[in-house]
């Protein structure tokens, strides 16, 4: 593959995450909808700042997961760009500089739709993209990436894009928020879980690594359960659409889990990755469309 080529920079921004991306944005724009308080102009914002914050995300965790060890060219599962040499340091750099810079020029945009209150949220989202595997302390070094995925893949996407379009937040949005971080979690839960032995060699201490396999494997069950699980509870403002439809989710990520625990470790591994990115897709779609029923 060619240096900084701009296949290089595909694969380094890494497209099939961009679910767990946008999700949020469209479960939170369908709540809208069906609240009657829908605006295209800042639910296109809000879409462009997660795709924006996850290409940022993305290429620092590249960055620092090889300077860390965690990222090698022989390393179980997808390739990374910077780590097989693809993009160069300054190159990558500098993508994350712009990454950032098209970030906070969208966030301020935002500003406009949601009010000044909203700059500490979009700076903290900033900050996270960043600590999350780099700066002195990164979270998902200590245990905390699981936290930090529901927190920021699930709750505050969800909730501040709600907050921008109505300027309300409800019981729905947070239950909404919640569901959707459990279920993008369980991304991450099958990438430790397959990650376990290379991640306990670098030091990197996720909460597989901490607290053994079987807690990624049931870990893994309970995240996608939890979240259809608490679907079931759209029912008591009479949204059975979203509360109903996510129950099919649930039975092919039942079968992903299954044959998790069947493979057990290796490169095999890679199909329940694939799967569960497809899984969690389905659920966004199925939510969303029950919301808008």
């Given at each position: 593959?060619?240096?900084?080529?701009?296949?290089?920079?595909?694969?380094?921004?890494?497209?099939?995450?961009?679910?767990?991306?946008?999700?949020?944005?469209?479960?939170?724009?369908?709540?809208?909808?069906?609240?009657?308080?829908?605006?295209?102009?800042?639910?296109?914002?809000?879409?462009?700042?997660?795709?924006?914050?996850?290409?940022?995300?993305?290429?620092?965790?590249?960055?620092?997961?090889?300077?860390?060890?965690?990222?090698?060219?022989?390393?179980?599962?997808?390739?990374?760009?910077?780590?097989?040499g693809y993009i160069t340091p300054r190159a990558m750099n500098f993508g994350i500089a712009a990454f950032f810079a098209a970030s906070a020029l969208i966030g301020a945009?935002?500003?406009?739709?949601?009010?000044?209150?909203?700059?500490?949220?979009?700076?903290?989202?900033?900050?996270?993209?960043?600590?999350?595997?780099?700066?002195?302390?990164?979270?998902?070094?200590?245990?905390?990436?699981?936290?930090?995925?529901?927190?920021?893949?699930?709750?505050?996407?969800?909730?501040?894009?709600?907050?921008?379009?109505?300027?309300?937040?409800?019981?729905?949005?947070?239950?909404?928020?919640?569901?959707?971080?459990?279920?993008?979690?369980?991304?991450?839960?099958?990438?430790?879980?397959?990650?376990?032995?290379?991640?306990?060699?670098?030091?990197?201490?996720?909460?597989?690594?901490?607290?053994?396999?079987?807690?990624?494997?049931?870990?893994?069950?309970?995240?996608?359960?939890?979240?259809?699980?608490?679907?079931?509870?759209?029912?008591?403002?009479?949204?059975?659409?979203?509360?109903?439809?996510?129950?099919?989710?649930?039975?092919?990520?039942?079968?992903?889990?299954?044959?998790?625990?069947?493979?057990?470790?290796?490169?095999?591994?890679?199909?329940?990755?694939?799967?569960?990115?497809?899984?969690?897709?389905?659920?966004?779609?199925?939510?969303?469309?029950?919301?808008?029923?």
């Amino acid at each position: 593959m060619k240096t900084n080529s701009l296949r290089a920079w595909l694969l380094a921004v890494r497209p099939y995450s961009f679910g767990g991306a946008s999700i949020p944005v469209f479960v939170a724009s369908a709540l809208a909808v069906s609240d009657g308080v829908f605006r295209w102009a800042p639910a296109l914002l809000c879409l462009l700042f997660a795709l924006a914050m996850q290409c940022a995300a993305n290429l620092v965790n590249d960055l620092f997961d090889l300077r860390h060890g965690a990222d090698r060219p022989e390393k179980l599962g997808d390739d990374r760009a910077f780590a097989k040499g693809y993009i160069t340091p300054r190159a990558m750099n500098f993508g994350i500089a712009a990454f950032f810079a098209a970030s906070a020029l969208i966030g301020a945009g935002l500003l406009w739709y949601g009010g000044w209150e909203l700059l500490p949220v979009g700076a903290a989202c900033l900050i996270f993209a960043y600590v999350y595997t780099g700066g002195p302390w990164p979270l998902a070094y200590h245990g905390l990436g699981d936290a930090a995925v529901v927190l920021f893949f699930g709750i505050v996407p969800v909730g501040f894009t709600y907050y921008i379009l109505s300027h309300t937040w409800t019981w729905e949005v947070t239950l909404a928020g919640l569901a959707c971080g459990l279920v993008i979690d369980t991304m991450l839960m099958v990438n430790n879980f397959r990650d376990i032995e290379e991640d306990a060699e670098c030091g990197k201490r996720t909460m597989v690594v901490v607290l053994g396999a079987a807690f990624g494997r049931w870990g893994y069950l309970f995240l996608g359960t939890a979240a259809t699980a608490l679907c079931l509870l759209f029912v008591l403002s009479g949204r059975w659409g979203a509360a109903l439809l996510p129950l099919l989710y649930w039975v092919l990520f039942f079968r992903t889990w299954r044959k998790m625990v069947a493979i057990g470790s290796g490169d095999g591994l890679n199909l329940c990755l694939a799967a569960t990115a497809r899984n969690l897709t389905l659920f966004g779609i199925l939510l969303t469309i029950g919301l808008l029923l």
